[in-house]
């Protein structure tokens, strides 16, 4: 999988080990959910940067059937959020998990209800 190099990664933020494990399987769909990599990983990085830039969001995944991006902030690493891209700053938070494991956990739940 082609992620996000430490030359192109904000800050000192390094992915989550449950998440390198998870891409590594070779797991980039979860029902609406699909992980971001090469270069639309970077399209999605470089305009959420444009778009919020008093965040250091770093995505990883896409919502096929709207604009939600799941996204580590290099400020709060260990917690996940769900953007709602292209809202007005201030407006773009739509959840939040305290790691990846519970977003990735929180998905598989969508992804039974989505494939159904």
Known sequence: MNL??????????????????????????????????????????????????DRGLIPFARRLDNDDVACWDQKKSTSVYIVHDFSAPGWEDRAEYTSFQSWYLAA????SDYDA
């Open 4 to 53: 996000l190099g430490s030359d192109e990664l904000p800050g000192r933020f390094v992915y989550p080990d449950e998440f390198l494990k998870l891409v590594q399987s070779d797991v980039l769909d979860i029902g609406p959910w699909q992980f971001l990599e090469g270069p639309w990983l970077r399209v999605r990085l470089e305009g959420l940067r444009k778009r919020y830039p």
């Open 108 to 111: 598989r739940e969508e992804a």
